[in-house]
């Protein structure tokens, strides 16, 4: 049994009367949308109601899929303590998607609870559905700090675990759109806000569930989004899929987006198998800028490629050029995988006989032994992008009114401990940013002195 239908709703409280007291009245489609939704899931008869939520437990790392056998929550907080929840949890299906998420490789799973109670995310659409069915049982999952496409394989998985244990599954996408629609909402004004909305009512509105993975990072979060990653499990769920969608409402006179959409999936359709169709454009994407790699990166690629297949650092290979055999010089190695940093270590001073072995140790270093981030797997070789930066003699200066964040690199000294950043990285946009940053990474307190260094990179891609 696959599953039998998803919905995309959002989560504001006030939409509740006992907590909106009357201003519930001001989104009244969301709530005619709402309770069309709760009638349609009734009408399905589903034994189990999976809910994704902004507002459950949420690591940059790991996807937190709530663990035990009931879970109970209320509205205390916004002024309404009589609106209670006692839920009980599917710990069949529960059990099933964390081991699936194990055997795939996937971050996910049931480790890491904080809070038990329910939130609100979870509380808004459970307040509804109640009110039209009860006879479900909960799976309750938060978001992640992982990248679009990892919360997408969680939906695969997801279906994959429904289709096992033969449930009668809904999806239900929890998710506020943009917070920065209008001036005078609770968040202010974005003009990113209204452009989010618009474009991802249009996605959803067709089920082009692919283009939810092509919302940049930056925009999003200009645009204030609560459910985009919500959105995206939700589309994993029905990949490979037909779907039936159809927009029921959208309000923004809060300030704030509410969209809700419904999802019907259909025949088996190998067109709209989006996550594989866009990692085997991703893959030749990669393989052009590898055959565009100059010598440095070749280098540096083949150490990492060499350990993690082999365990070993590679000899220095025969025939490399003068400018990598004849130079000694500090170098730092950083790993990207999916736009995320997935390893950075280097050297600011020369510590090999060459550029050639820096870079070859550095590497390995970056790939294995960044205390940020787990060793490099085997099959994450083909999605790294992988930079090399050889780095000038540092100078000292006398204030930051010497710096300039896109063409020189910091290092703030004080005693022992010294910190180091690169120069022009993404989001790292001012001179102060950049020192606070380094300030940070060597513990040194902000109002301490210290001594400050400048120097330039060549930056090999």
């Known amino acids: 049994m696959s ?19 009357g201003s519930e009245k001001q989104i009244q489609a969301t709530r005619d949308a709402y309770l069309q939704v709760a009638r349609e899931i009734a009408a399905l ?4 109601v999976i809910i994704s939520s902004p507002h459950a437990e949420m690591y940059a790392d790991w996807f937190h899929i709530s663990p035990g056998k009931t879970a109970e929550g209320s509205f205390a907080r916004f002024r309404a303590p009589g609106v209670r929840f006692h839920e009980k949890y599917d ?33 808004v659409p459970l307040y509804f ?18 990248p679009l496409e990892e919360h997408y394989r969680l939906g695969q998985i997801i279906e994959r675990a429904v289709k096992e244990t033969g449930r009668r599954a809904v999806f239900v996408a929890s998710g506020d759109l943009s917070h920065k629609l209008q001036s005078y909402g609770p968040y202010g004004y974005a003009p990113e806000g209204p452009v989010y909305d618009e474009r991802v009512m249009d996605v959803c509105g067709r089920a082009a569930f692919g283009e939810l993975m092509d919302f940049d990072k930056g925009f999003c979060e200009r645009a204030a989004e609560c459910g985009h990653r919500s959105f995206v499990i939700m589309a994993g769920t029905m990949d490979g899929r037909t ?10 006179v809060t300030g704030v987006g509410y969209g809700i959409c419904s999802f019907y999936p259909a025949e088996e359709n190998a067109d709209r198998c989006f996550l594989e169709i866009r990692q085997k454009r991703e893959e030749r994407r990669l393989e052009a800028e590898r055959d565009r790699s100059d010598a440095f990166v070749r280098l540096a690629r083949e150490s990492v490629t060499s350990y993690v297949l082999r365990h070993r650092i590679m000899d220095t290979p025969e025939g490399l050029p003068e400018q990598l055999t004849g130079v000694r010089a500090g170098a730092f190695v950083s790993i990207h995988k999916q736009g995320r940093l997935r390893g950075c270590i280097g050297t600011v001073a020369a510590t ?35 930079q090399v930066d050889v780095l000038g003699e540092p100078e000292d200066i006398s204030s930051q009114r010497e710096l300039d964040v896109k063409r020189y690199g910091v290092i703030v000294s004080k005693g022992s401990r010294r910190g180091l ?9 001012t001179v102060a940013r950049q020192v606070e940053i380094a300030r940070q990474k060597a513990g040194i307190g902000p109002d301490e002195k210290v001594r400050l260094q400048r120097f330039e990179v060549i930056r090999h891609h």
């Open 91 to 123: 710990t069949v299906l529960v059990e099933a998607i964390e081991r699936m998420a194990e055997e795939s490789g996937l971050a996910a799973g049931t480790r890491g609870q904080r809070d038990a109670s329910l939130d609100h995310g979870t509380m």
């Open 421 to 429: 950043l690169l120069p022009d990285l993404e989001g790292v946009d």
């Open 129 to 146: 559905l109640r009110q039209a069915y009860d006879g479900f049982r909960l799976v309750r999952i938060g978001l992640s700090g992982q």
């Open 45 to 48: 008869r589903p034994e189990t």
């Open 3 to 21: 599953i039998l239908a998803a919905f995309m709703v959002p989560h504001p409280p006030m939409i509740v009367p006992d907590v909106g007291r």
């Open 243 to 252: 779907v039936k969608a159809q927009r029921l409402s959208h309000e923004d």
């Open 352 to 386: 090999r006989d060459s550029l050639a072995d820096e870079i070859i140790h550095n590497a390995v270093s970056a790939a294995a032994r960044d205390p940020r981030f787990p060793p490099i797997r085997p099959d994450e070789l083909k999605w790294l992008e992988i």
